[in-house]
């Protein structure tokens, strides 16, 4: 019998819950884990969703059935997770689908050190899913060899810590701030966190109830945050998305500042106080060419990577880098983090925004210059890199005709049958055409 495909994509496995992530596959990423834990405990998060506990339950006995120890943290930030695998120097498996809808889920895993997987554990953990989906795995551990399920409350406040950690001091005194939460796993310790630095804290999308997470709010939809925003005459708002590894903003005018623009603001920052390493920026292939240009004209190099944080952590890590992210959000401080980290790129920007002196619409607003950009997703039948190989002469005409004046990429998603579609041009309504016309292509080739 063949062995059902379950692949890591760029952040683990995810799919909808009890359908194509079932507990069998958590139970066969639980193995997985104990044995890359190799003998030492595995700490286990999650999300708000109605399926974590269920996940959560499978993966905890895969653990104990490989004779680990599974540690439940309970509901955390996904950064949290990695906090306490760099502290304990153990595996940590956080069980989130991210920004995705409430019925999916996914199962993503630190290695010792809060660190992204290599290729080749990547590869070793692929292998034992399938080895267990289809077998059964080998025989385990019995008797007073069996691992145990343990709590640890800790989490939340050690993480906490550790961000508040990263001002050195510092405080957010005096900044009015909304903080929206997208009914995920920040609900609870971003308010707190804030709060106990100073800043006058408004709270929406902060009561989880299995069902609503991501529903309409948080980093994907900015639209109540600016609206909260600009209701209550705060100085900017930040959104997070349901895991809280991720980070949006929106200034005092109701205007989205997404994550190229605070890279940017945080690459300047850290080049101005001589803390930006090889002054250099990691960012990926999505971001706008307006970053480009705006690190290229204040002497700051970038290096550009497949999109995922994982490519960007292995980036900064091969090149002694300190910052780096996503257009999307993602942002990641090496000096204070291993992964990306909603909390912390919002404590860092709200400090910076404090130090300046100056709004952050007038800091984002200087920054850069924006590009439009549009982004089309396709869904497709099949392999979604065999259909973006197929349109290779769309692509390249495309790009002629854009020539300098702007940007054309098409990617499989690493997490669903989409192939998605950017453009950047000098002009929205030209970019909108050139859109049009690759989705085209895709349909048509799809």
Do not use: W
């Amino acid at each position: 019998m063949p062995a059902p495909e379950v692949r890591f994509g760029t952040d683990g496995v995810r799919g909808e819950a009890n359908a194509s992530l079932t507990p069998e596959v958590a139970l066969a990423v639980g193995r997985a884990a104990a044995r890359l834990a190799a003998g030492g405990p595995v700490f286990v998060g999650r999300d708000t969703r109605r399926s974590g506990t269920m996940l959560e339950a499978a993966l905890a006995a895969g653990v104990c059935a490989e004779g680990a120890d599974a540690v439940l943290l309970g509901v955390v930030p996904t950064p949290a997770v990695a906090v306490v695998s760099a502290e304990e120097r153990s595996v940590g498996v956080v069980i989130s689908a991210s920004h995705n809808p409430f019925a999916d889920n996914g199962l993503k895993l630190f290695a010792p050190g809060g660190r992204k997987l290599t290729d080749d554990e990547q590869v070793g953990v692929e292998a034992t899913i399938a080895e267990v989906l289809v077998a059964g795995g080998s025989p385990g551990p019995t008797g007073e060899s069996l691992g145990v399920v343990r709590t640890d409350d800790t989490a939340a406040a050690r993480y906490a810590a550790a961000v508040v950690g990263a001002l050195g001091g510092r405080r957010l005194d005096g900044l009015r701030l909304v903080v929206d939460c997208a009914h995920g796993a920040n609900s609870e310790v971003a308010p707190e966190v804030l709060r106990s630095l100073g800043a006058e804290v408004t709270v929406v999308a902060a009561e989880p109830d299995g069902t609503n997470i991501n529903r309409d709010v948080g980093s994907t939809h900015p639209e109540l945050l600016a609206a909260t925003v600009l209701e209550s005459g705060a100085d900017l708002g930040v959104a997070f998305d349901g895991d809280a590894d991720r980070l949006l903003a929106v200034d005092g005018d109701g205007v989205l500042v997404d994550g190229d623009r605070i890279l940017v603001l945080c690459a300047l920052d850290l080049h101005a106080r001589g803390e930006l390493r090889h002054d250099t920026v990691v960012v990926t292939v999505m971001s706008n060419l307006g970053l480009h240009h705006a690190m290229r004209d204040a002497g700051i190099d970038v290096v550009s990577t497949a999109v995922g944080d994982r490519y960007v952590l292995e980036a900064m890590q091969q090149g002694g880098f300190c910052l780096g992210g996503e257009q999307s959000g993602h942002l990641v401080f090496s000096d204070h983090a291993t992964t990306g980290d909603g909390l912390l790129s919002a404590v860092l920007l709200c400090d910076l925004v404090v130090r300046s002196g100056r709004s952050l619409a007038d800091l984002a607003g200087s920054a850069m210059v924006q590009l439009p950009q549009v982004l089309r997703n396709v869904r497709v039948e099949g392999v979604a890199a065999e259909v973006v190989e197929r349109v290779d002469d769309a692509v390249a005409a495309a790009a002629a005709e854009l020539g300098d004046r702007g940007r054309v990429l098409l990617r499989p998603s690493g997490t669903e049958p989409v192939v998605r579609v950017m453009v950047e041009a000098p002009t929205t309504e030209e970019a909108e055409t050139v859109a049009a016309r690759l989705v085209a292509a895709v349909e048509s080739s799809r």
